[in-house]
């Protein structure tokens, strides 16, 4: 298979779950229109984005499954976890994905660095939790119990419960700042944001939003110096000055129609909003507080998360081929390796060979789809080399592909290969 340029995925994208369509749907922040939409689970709600943005993470609640997507390729799979899965977060070192399960009430720890992912742990965290934010340090894990009215605190070092820190009435919508002192809580119940301060596990303020307003989700500026609060009766957004103190709020911009998700972009210029009964999101100018884009078409936006990925120039090369493997039996080869006929094998070995100027590129990080199925993954080794074995004898012209998605320095590649069952039996007809 030759090897195909890939337009560099590079840039920053905000991702938004489809809750009626079981889809998430991708914006590109340059010009806020959406370029992608990719199939996921049932009812997705939570989204999370992996540090390097090659990754997102979508949580499937009707599904009881967390999808695992690859935007530069558009597939995802999907992992099984608790029931119903709402919340989702990954960790700063891209290492874990952390899944709040609302009906098993704990949450489920998962590779997040691996394809496909593994379970790891489950922790028990409280009743109903909803939204889980990770520390900047990544030594704990922050979780809103919906029906408890607490804070679930767990130490991700060793996957247990520290303590439960009371705050408002029906927390829903966690964050924390960037420096780690502080959790942000939004109370759904009693229209208040509680400010848990880290060093202490205690609420140190609690800031009202206002009665009957329903904050849903929170997002904190990349400075520390703002947080902004969805609130779902009131149809907008609250800005609260978190230098102040108390904290407290300095604006509200009006956005769709019962927000339920907000995220800011890395620059914190811009903040996305969804709203779920508009089927919209809103992009607000954070430096003037005002939307300057409304963006459509959504069917019933729930979580967003945003990401950057940034890409390197120097050109890549890659090959693929596929080997047969398994025992044959039809056409009597049976060497477990190149058996050809129709029935003569139970499995292909993809072997993908990443280059740079025709010398191998170690520790590239290659992905195996099958159209949109996302196989496996693998790192290259000293020979640039990465391989995935898939199971099962595969269908008439089966085409397989590997993406190296590029990184810091180097260009992303793709190349394909196609299996011919029709065409290995000629051949073996030919042989007797």
């Given at each position: 298979a030759t090897t195909r340029p890939v337009p560099a995925p590079a840039g920053t994208f905000a991702y938004v779950a489809n809750g009626l369509a079981g889809s998430l749907s991708v914006i590109d922040t340059a010009d806020n229109t959406v370029t992608a939409t990719i199939d996921v689970g049932d009812d997705p709600?939570?989204?999370?984005?992996?540090?390097?943005?090659?990754l997102v993470f979508v949580a499937n609640r009707l599904s009881d499954t967390v999808s695992l997507v690859v935007p530069a390729v558009g597939g995802a799979l999907s992992v099984p976890v608790g029931d119903n899965p709402v919340g989702v977060a990954v960790s700063p070192d891209g290492t874990r994905a952390y899944v709040t399960n609302t009906i098993s009430n704990n949450m489920t720890v998962i590779t997040a660095d691996e394809v496909p992912p593994s379970v790891i742990a489950t922790v028990h965290v409280g009743t109903r939790p909803q939204d889980v934010a990770i520390a900047p340090n990544g030594t704990r894990a922050y979780v809103a119990n919906l029906l408890d009215g607490t804070v679930a605190v767990?130490?991700?070092?060793?996957?247990?419960?520290?303590?439960?820190?009371?705050?408002?009435?029906?927390?829903?919508?966690?964050?924390?700042?960037?420096?780690?002192?502080?959790?942000?809580?939004?109370?759904?119940?009693?229209?208040?944001?509680?400010?848990?301060?880290?060093?202490?596990?205690?609420?140190?303020?609690?800031?009202?939003?206002?009665n009957d307003t329903s904050p849903a989700d929170v997002a904190v500026s990349r400075d520390g110096t703002r947080a902004y609060v969805a609130n779902f009766s009131t149809d907008n957004v609250s800005v609260i000055d978190?230098?102040?103190?108390?904290?407290?709020?300095?604006?509200?911009?009006?956005?769709?129609?019962?927000?339920?998700?907000?995220?800011?972009?890395?620059?914190?210029?811009?903040?996305?909003?969804?709203?779920?009964?508009?089927n919209s999101v809103s992009v607000i100018d954070t430096a003037t507080r005002t939307v300057t884009r409304t963006i459509g078409g959504?069917?019933?936006?729930?979580?967003?998360?945003?990401?950057?990925r940034g890409v390197g120039a120097i050109p890549t090369g890659l090959t693929l081929t596929a080997e047969r493997t398994g025992k044959g039996h039809e056409n009597g080869h049976g060497n477990g390796k190149e058996s050809v006929g129709v029935q003569g094998y139970r499995g292909l070995t993809l072997k993908a060979r990443l280059t740079v100027g025709g010398r191998p590129l170690k520790d590239g990080s290659v992905l195996f789809t099958r159209d949109t199925e996302v196989l496996c993954a693998d790192t290259t080794d000293s020979r640039g080399r990465a391989t995935c074995a898939v199971r099962g004898r595969p269908d008439d012209d089966d085409c397989y592909t590997a993406?190296?998605?590029?990184?810091?320095?180097?260009?992303?590649?793709?190349?394909?290969?196609?299996?011919?069952?029709?065409?290995?039996?000629?051949?073996?007809d030919r042989k007797r």
């Open positions: 709600n939570g989204v999370a984005v992996s540090p390097d943005g090659s767990v130490d991700t070092t060793t996957d247990t419960l520290l303590t439960a820190v009371p705050v408002g009435q029906l927390p829903q919508g966690v964050a924390t700042s960037p420096d780690g002192a502080r959790v942000y809580v939004t109370n759904f119940g009693d229209g208040t944001v509680s400010v848990i301060d880290t060093a202490t596990d205690t609420v140190r303020f609690t800031v009202p939003i206002g978190t230098t102040a103190n108390p904290p407290a709020v300095i604006a509200t911009v009006p956005v769709g129609e019962e927000p339920l998700g907000v995220a800011l972009a890395p620059d914190g210029a811009h903040a996305y909003v969804t709203g779920s009964m508009d959504f069917a019933i936006p729930l979580g967003v998360a945003v990401g950057t993406t190296f998605t590029g990184d810091e320095t180097h260009a992303a590649a793709t190349a394909t290969t196609c299996t011919d069952r029709r065409a290995a039996a000629r051949r073996t």
